[in-house]
């Protein structure tokens, strides 16, 4: 029996309170938008496909991919420190 795949909402351009974008806290020319950029454009359906389903909602692959890459390009490889980066 096979569950459906349920991924928690992502949606990067939505608009928050204080401040009102997201936008507004990463300059123009820094490197987390070349990646955002290149794994926007990237198909990764087989890697969506390898998700089991049920259970809680996941967060997205595609947002998931970007964390990483991003802390590797800043050679972050402990999920400990990856999770400090974020915060």
């Known amino acids: 029996m096979s569950s459906k795949v349920v991924f928690k909402t992502y949606q990067q351009d939505q608009l928050s309170l204080?401040?009102?974008s997201y936008d507004d806290l990463v300059p123009k020319n820094h490197p987390v938008r070349i990646v955002n950029t290149i794994i926007e454009h990237i198909d990764?359906?087989?890697?969506?496909?390898s998700y089991k389903g049920g259970?809680?909602?996941s967060y997205h692959p595609r947002m998931l991919l970007k964390v990483v890459?991003?802390?590797y390009l800043r050679n972050i490889y402990s999920?400990?420190?990856?999770?400090q980066a974020l915060r």
């Not at 990764?44 to 496909?49: D, P, T, Y």
């Not at 999920?79 to 999770?83: A, F, P």
Request: charged share 25%; net charge positive.
């Open 18 to 20: 204080l401040p009102p």
């Open 55 to 57: 259970g809680t909602s």
């Open 44 to 49: 990764i359906s087989a890697l969506e496909k």
């Open 79 to 83: 999920s400990r420190k990856i999770e």
């Open 69 to 71: 890459i991003y802390a």
